[in-house]
């Protein structure tokens, strides 16, 4: 069977993802796809054979349409979900699954009154085989109960219209997914310091900054985003045990050895970091709805909770308090079982 998909938001990702559900996945079709720049729409759908419909609404309700792909700007998100659901589509939503919290429950209510899970948050980080070892290494009891988590998310430069708080809603947000997937652990209390500011950022920016949080069990993470590193991007993480360390490797990399020196590079952005990641994503993530399954990816409790958590920390940031994060205490049964 062919899945056949429509897209709404035809933008960076947009374009990425509906080249790999053209190019990479089997069994994929793109069919319909909608963008507020209409232009745009028409110019990505005409090579791949899709219709540029007039609304999103359009493509959700479209019969040739079996699941929806949101990859529109984060305010948009809800609604197209909504949609989706009001449909009884699947729908994969990159990230964030709404800006506000109270749209991510509206999205969770939805969804329950459906019956079954139709929705999937695009973090894409639980996809990277780095993580997944490191998820088994932490489930096989190989370093003990874990302790702290230190970890580093390094962007080269971030551009003049990323804004402090995006450190936390844009940057932040795919460690809160996936520790919270790694540790299967909830994020408790979360604070914001910040060091001196790097001169090589826009005016305006709070750059880097370091995160702290607090989980249910009493691990401590430490996460440093450092959105003008300079020198490509760099995501690290390690976390301690009673009895060992467990870390996520760099991407595998060619050594040069030359004029004194053996040198391997880094890569310049995240989509050739987690390009696999992105990949294995949507081949799960369309294997499912194929089936007629439940997604097994995140889920839109996993949306709600990042939003939350990225809330806390714009507010940490703003206080300089620790703010305790209690929305989060009372998990619907709903959403309990493996990777929900
Ligand atoms: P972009 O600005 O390149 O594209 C967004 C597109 O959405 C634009 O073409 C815009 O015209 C369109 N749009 C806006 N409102 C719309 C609406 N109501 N209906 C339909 N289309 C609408 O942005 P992008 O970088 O492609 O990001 C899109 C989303 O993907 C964001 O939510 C972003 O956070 C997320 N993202 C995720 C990752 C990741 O690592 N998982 C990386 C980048 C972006
Ligand atoms: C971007 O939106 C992403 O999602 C990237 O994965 C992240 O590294 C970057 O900081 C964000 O701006």
Same mark, same amino acid.
Request: net charge negative.
């Given at each position: 069977m062919t899945v056949r998909i429509g897209v709404i938001g035809t933008g960076m990702i947009g374009q990425d993802h509906i080249r790999r559900?053209?190019?990479?996945?089997?069994?994929?079709?793109?069919?319909?796809?909608? $963008?507020?720049?209409?232009?745009?729409?028409?110019?990505?759908?005409?090579?791949?054979?899709a219709r540029a419909l007039a609304s999103g609404r359009e493509v959700i309700e479209a019969a040739d349409v079996d699941a929806v792909v949101v990859t529109s700007w984060g305010p948009t998100h809800a609604e197209h979900v909504l949609g989706a659901i009001a449909a009884g589509k699947p729908v994969f939503c990159e990230k964030p699954l709404a800006t506000e919290a109270a749209d991510c429950l509206k999205i969770i209510e939805a969804?329950?009154? &459906?019956?079954?899970?139709?929705?999937?948050?695009?973090?894409m980080r639980r996809y990277d085989a780095g993580y997944r070892q490191m998820k088994e290494v932490l489930a096989s009891g190989a370093i003990g109960e874990p302790l702290m988590v230190h970890c580093a998310h390094r962007n080269a430069t971030s551009g003049e219209n990323y804004t402090s708080e995006?450190?936390?809603?844009?940057?932040?947000? &795919?460690?809160?997914?996936?520790?919270?997937?790694?540790?299967?652990?909830e994020i408790r209390s979360v604070q914001v310091v910040?060091?001196?500011?790097?001169?090589?950022?826009?005016? &305006?920016l709070r750059d880097p900054q370091i995160m702290l949080f607090e989980t249910a069990a009493g691990v401590r993470i430490d996460l440093e985003v450092f959105v003008n590193c300079q020198y490509g991007y760099d995501i690290q993480c390690e976390t301690v045990g009673e009895d060992g360390t467990v870390r996520l490797p760099d991407p595998a990399a060619v050594a040069v050895r030359s004029?004194?020196?053996?040198?391997?590079?880094?890569?310049? $952005?995240?989509?050739?970091?987690?390009?696999?990641?992105?990949?294995?994503?949507?081949?799960?993530?369309?294997r499912a709805v194929a089936k007629g399954a439940e997604p097994t990816g995140p889920s839109a409790w996993d949306g709600y909770a990042a939003t939350v958590i990225t809330g806390a920390l714009v507010e940490a940031l703003e206080s300089g308090a620790i703010v305790r994060v209690d929305a989060l205490e009372k998990r619907p049964a709903f959403y309990d079982g493996e990777r929900r």
């Amino acid at each position: 069977m062919t899945v056949r998909i429509g897209v709404i938001g035809t933008g960076m990702i947009g374009q990425d993802h509906i080249r790999r559900l053209t190019e990479v996945v089997t069994g994929t079709r793109v069919t319909a796809v909608f $963008d507020i720049d209409t232009a745009r729409a028409e110019r990505v759908a005409a090579p791949v054979g899709a219709r540029a419909l007039a609304s999103g609404r359009e493509v959700i309700e479209a019969a040739d349409v079996d699941a929806v792909v949101v990859t529109s700007w984060g305010p948009t998100h809800a609604e197209h979900v909504l949609g989706a659901i009001a449909a009884g589509k699947p729908v994969f939503c990159e990230k964030p699954l709404a800006t506000e919290a109270a749209d991510c429950l509206k999205i969770i209510e939805a969804e329950q009154a &459906h019956g079954s899970r139709l929705v999937q948050v695009g973090f894409m980080r639980r996809y990277d085989a780095g993580y997944r070892q490191m998820k088994e290494v932490l489930a096989s009891g190989a370093i003990g109960e874990p302790l702290m988590v230190h970890c580093a998310h390094r962007n080269a430069t971030s551009g003049e219209n990323y804004t402090s708080e995006m450190a936390a809603q844009d940057t932040a947000v &795919h460690e809160i997914d996936v520790l919270r997937w790694l540790l299967d652990d909830e994020i408790r209390s979360v604070q914001v310091v910040t060091p001196r500011r790097t001169r090589k950022r826009p005016e &305006h920016l709070r750059d880097p900054q370091i995160m702290l949080f607090e989980t249910a069990a009493g691990v401590r993470i430490d996460l440093e985003v450092f959105v003008n590193c300079q020198y490509g991007y760099d995501i690290q993480c390690e976390t301690v045990g009673e009895d060992g360390t467990v870390r996520l490797p760099d991407p595998a990399a060619v050594a040069v050895r030359s004029s004194g020196t053996v040198s391997t590079a880094v890569l310049p $952005d995240w989509k050739g970091r987690f390009e696999n990641a992105f990949d294995t994503e949507f081949r799960e993530w369309t294997r499912a709805v194929a089936k007629g399954a439940e997604p097994t990816g995140p889920s839109a409790w996993d949306g709600y909770a990042a939003t939350v958590i990225t809330g806390a920390l714009v507010e940490a940031l703003e206080s300089g308090a620790i703010v305790r994060v209690d929305a989060l205490e009372k998990r619907p049964a709903f959403y309990d079982g493996e990777r929900r």
